[in-house]
């Protein structure tokens, strides 16, 4: 069984910062990509950000240059730092990791939490 726990969300002006962060937990022997996606109502879910076991990043181009992604592999935690946030950036954001056990690899998502940015 594995969970991922996010925290951090919340209520903020734009031009604010947030970050959140996400703690995975249960039978873990190692994780392959971990990231954030968000989904805003009426919207599908995208991608934010994800960041490979060793390091390597990639960012949805709107989050491009203000969020940063980073990842505690001796911990199994990600987290997610969003500097000068815009309205636009409301939205559920969730969690994901790729767990891998054995030959194959199995997606987790946490329970999302809920980040607004007022104008």
């Known amino acids: 069984q594995v969970q991922l726990v996010e925290s951090g969300g919340g209520l903020v002006q734009a031009g604010g910062s947030l970050r959140l962060s996400c703690a995975a937990s249960?039978?873990?022997?190692?994780?392959?990509?971990m990231g954030w996606s968000r989904q805003a109502p009426g919207k599908q879910r995208e991608l934010v950000a994800r960041?490979?076991?060793?390091?390597?990043?990639h960012y949805a181009d709107s989050v491009k240059g203000r969020f940063t992604i980073s990842r505690d592999n001796a911990k199994n935690t990600v987290s997610l730092q969003m500097n000068s946030l815009k309205p636009e950036d409301t939205a559920v954001y969730y969690c994901?990791?790729?767990?891998?056990?054995?030959?194959?690899?199995?997606?987790?998502w946490g329970q999302g939490t809920q980040v607004t940015v007022s104008s």
């Open positions: 960041v490979t076991s060793d390091g390597s990043t």
């Open positions: 994901n990791a790729d767990i891998i056990v054995g030959p194959s690899i199995y997606g987790y």
């Open positions: 249960g039978s873990i022997l190692s994780i392959s990509g």
